[in-house]
């Protein structure tokens, strides 16, 4: 399997619990590597671009308020499968139907406040990375 970078996000619920090291370790052990990591405070115009494809769901309103409530930790994850790995350690969208050992599982507290956003696509892995860092941000 090819090499690939992917973009997660440590979301709103889990910078302010100080989970943001134990989530990272999850994809360390999982053998993700972070090659680019920032703490930002999203606006709520940012955010509602971030997440446009959500734009005529009905609870695009609510995420885009909770991602610029508190801080967030945009990272780069670089890895063998990257983008499926870090889905698989990111767990089901609700945490009620994560797996045993994800980081939704373990952290979540909702569908909406899942703790981490993970990029879905090749496609959406190099909007998601453009959107947030340079290609000097990005140290291999
Ligand atoms: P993400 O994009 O954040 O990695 O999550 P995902 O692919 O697992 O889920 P997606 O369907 O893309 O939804 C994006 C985010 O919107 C919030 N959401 N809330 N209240 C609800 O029914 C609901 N559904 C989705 C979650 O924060 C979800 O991660
Ligand atoms: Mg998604």
Redesign the pocket.
Known sequence: MAIERTLSIIKPDATKRNLTGKIVAKFEDAGLRVVASKRIHLTPAQAGEF?AE?KERG?YG??VAYMASEPVVVQVLEGEGAIAKNREVMGA?DPAAAAEGTIRKEFALS??E?SV??S?SPASAAREIAFFFSGLELVG
């Open positions: 997440y959500h609870f609510e995420l969208t569908k909406g899942n956003h993970g879905d």
